[in-house]
């Protein structure tokens, strides 16, 4: 047995941040993170998965921000 060599890597975007809850922490946490260039997602019980949130971040159901 000896090294394999991997298949080439899929692109990526990017990295993602999921935030579970969007209230004032959320809402700061995915502002720090969009500043690193991260793609912010979040669920909150209050919001319509579709829509957008503050600064733009998608909100989706629980099971794809967790």
Request: glycine share 20%.
């Amino acid at each position: 047995m000896g090294l394999q060599a991997n298949p080439a890597p899929s692109p990526l975007t990017g990295p993602n941040l999921g935030l579970v809850g969007y209230g004032h922490l959320g809402q700061a946490t995915a502002r720090k993170g969009q500043g690193l260039g991260w793609h912010a997602i979040a669920y909150d019980a209050s919001a319509e998965p579709g829509s957008r949130g503050a600064g733009g971040v998608k909100m989706v159901t629980l099971s794809v921000a967790s």
